[in-house]
T-cell receptor, first 113, second 109 residues
Framework: EPEVTQTPSHQVTQMGQEVILRCVPI?????FYWYRQILGQKVEFLVS????????KSEIFDDQFSVERPDGSNFTLKIRSTKLEDSAMYFC???????????FGAGSRLTVL | ELKVEQNPLFLSMQEGKNYTIYCNYS?????LYWYRQDPGKSLESLFV?????AVKQEGRLMASLDTKARLSTLHITAAVHDLSATYFC?????????FGSGTQLTVLP
């Protein structure tokens, strides 16, 4: 069964450092998403991406965040200068045109020290 | 602002018992989802409910949707330990999902 793959599975970084989280969505999907989940809390929407541009973003997705689809297969989330409160599990998801279900990746756990 | 509220947030139940998780939401939507999450794992899609009165069943889990009441339920029948997980409902608006807070279910032997 096709799956969304994410790397790294866990990253530890110092506050103020840049982090790039990578995702390979399912190959024929057109809509891509990043969500995050702070430990023990609910899943929160960050950003959606379609046709090589951001289609929606939440209040969480401020100027420190950016997304990119550099090569037609990868979908990346960059945090320019990490803060302690960015520590969370970050989930990538994708869906196809007309599809009902978002398929989530296994997540990338980010720990900011 | 779209709100999705689940209750209970925590649920311990004995094996073999039945229980229902409730999901209320604040605005109309065309799709409601139920996801399962095991500790430290990703979100696994369980059900997609598309219309009023929709009912879907998979094994010991049954989900229903009442769009007039803005309520979805996830009913657990004769619980078994393998069902222990956190269950999230999520509502679609535009093309993104708004999640409830989750219900952490523990099934005790």
């Amino acid at each position: 069964e096709p799956e969304v793959t994410q790397t790294p599975s866990h990253q530890v970084t110092q506050m103020g450092q840049e982090v790039i989280l990578r995702c390979v969505p399912i190959s024929n999907h057109l809509y891509f998403y990043w969500y995050r989940q702070i430990l023990g809390q609910k899943v929160e929407f960050l950003v959606s991406f379609y046709n090589n541009e951001i289609s929606e973003k939440s209040e969480i997705f401020d100027d420190q965040f950016s997304v990119e689809r550099p090569d037609g297969s990868n979908f990346t989330l960059k945090i320019r200068s990490t803060k302690l409160e960015d520590s969370a599990m970050y989930f990538c998801a994708s869906t196809g045109s007309g599809a009902n279900v978002l398929t989530f990746g296994a997540g990338s756990r980010l720990t900011v020290l | 602002e779209l709100k999705v509220e689940q209750n209970p947030l925590f649920l311990s139940m004995q094996e073999g018992k039945n229980y229902t998780i409730y999901c209320n939401y604040s605005t109309t939507s065309d799709r409601l989802y139920w996801y399962r999450q095991d500790p430290g794992k990703s979100l696994e899609s369980l059900f997609v409910l598309l219309s009023n009165g929709a009912v879907k069943q998979e094994g010991r889990l049954m989900a229903s949707l009442d769009t007039k009441a803005r309520l979805s339920t996830l009913h657990i029948t004769a619980a078994v330990h393998d069902l222990s997980a956190t269950y999230f409902c999520a509502l679609r608006s535009a093309r993104q999902l708004t999640f409830g807070s989750g219900t952490q279910l523990t099934v005790l032997p």
